[in-house]
């Protein structure tokens, strides 16, 4: 019995987390030359998040392509954020 890899069911968990993040924190959508003065600690602990989502998800897409789990990703598979 084979069992399919965790990797893409941990990829789309990220994604929804991001997603999760956005929605509760528009203001992530800025582009990053906009500065805000003062971002309130929620904006602020949200991007440490989403910087952190962003790493885990790259190690698994590295982990996959170098396990050969899945196809090869390509640059518009990353998060769209």
Known sequence: MT?????????????????LL???????????DVILLRP???LARARRILAL???IYEALSAYGDEHHLGEPRSR??????
């Open 76 to 81: 518009e598979e990353d998060l769209p954020f």
């Open 40 to 42: 309130s600690p929620q």
């Open 22 to 32: 956005v929605a509760e924190n528009p203001d992530l959508l800025l582009p990053p």
């Open 53 to 55: 989502t962003r790493d």
């Open 3 to 19: 069992y399919p890899t965790a990797i893409p069911i941990l990829k789309n968990l990220l994604e929804l987390a991001a997603q």
